[in-house]
Antibody, heavy 117, light 107 residues
């Protein structure tokens, strides 16, 4: 069955870079796009960016200068890197699959990231 | 960016009640509106996609309606397992944007 699992460090220091991995199973990254979504603490959900099935990427303009998304199709993994982290980047980060018709059909359960010194 | 205004933020109801949750978009989103359920520590679950299409495996007590800028999720008869947080997503245009969520609690 379709599964997405986020992993990464629970704690990042201010000004450092966050690196997260989304490991997928039950589908191919060359057939579906994977998106990153976050929920900063006390705030709503925010679309961050996407890795399309064809390898193209796009980013939320609000985060574009700090964000990079890549993938390793042989390992079924999508990566997120975001630099210059601040305390308001604390929150839960999710990866989700775009079904194409009807947007996000499956989500990971999220990874909590705390930005603190 | 399209703003999604979701209401109410909190809803207290009893088992068996009929409840509605609303999302209003700041512009026409052409029915590209999904509804999700989220329980603490779990992955969000898609309930409804493209306004009124029930996700496979989701009970028929969940339904969606709307058009243009106004959309509604209805739960016809609340069950104990329905107490959770619900949010909407517009996928008509980038950046994709979400409602702020509705926490449905037991009265």
């Amino acid at each position: 069955q379709v599964q997405l699992t986020e992993s990464g460090p629970g704690l990042v220091h201010p000004s450092e870079t966050l690196s997260l991995t989304c490991t997928v199973s039950g589908f191919s990254l060359t057939g579906y796009s994977v998106y990153w979504v976050r929920q900063p603490s006390g705030k709503g959900l925010e679309w961050m960016g996407r890795m399309r099935y064809n390898g193209d990427t796009s980013y939320n303009s609000a985060l574009k200068s700090r964000l990079s998304i890549s993938r390793d199709t042989s390992k079924n993994q999508v990566f997120l890197k975001m630099n210059s982290l601040q305390t308001d980047d604390t929150g839960t980060y999710y990866c989700t699959r775009n079904s194409g018709y009807g947007a996000f059909d499956y989500w990971g359960q999220g990874v909590m990231v705390t930005v603190s010194s | 960016d399209i703003q999604m205004t979701q209401s109410p933020s909190f809803l207290s109801a009893s088992v068996g009640d009929r409840v509605t949750i609303n999302c209003k978009a700041s512009q026409n989103i052409n029915k590209y509106l999904n509804w999700y359920q989220q329980k603490l520590g779990e992955a969000p679950k898609r309930l409804i996609y493209n306004t009124n299409n029930l996700q496979t495996g989701i009970p028929s007590r969940f339904s969606g309606s709307g058009s243009g800028t106004d959309y509604t999720l209805t739960i016809s008869s609340l069950q104990p397992e329905d107490f959770a947080t619900y949010f909407c997503l517009q996928h008509n245009s980038f950046p994709l944007t979400f409602g702020s969520g509705t926490k449905l609690e037991i009265k």
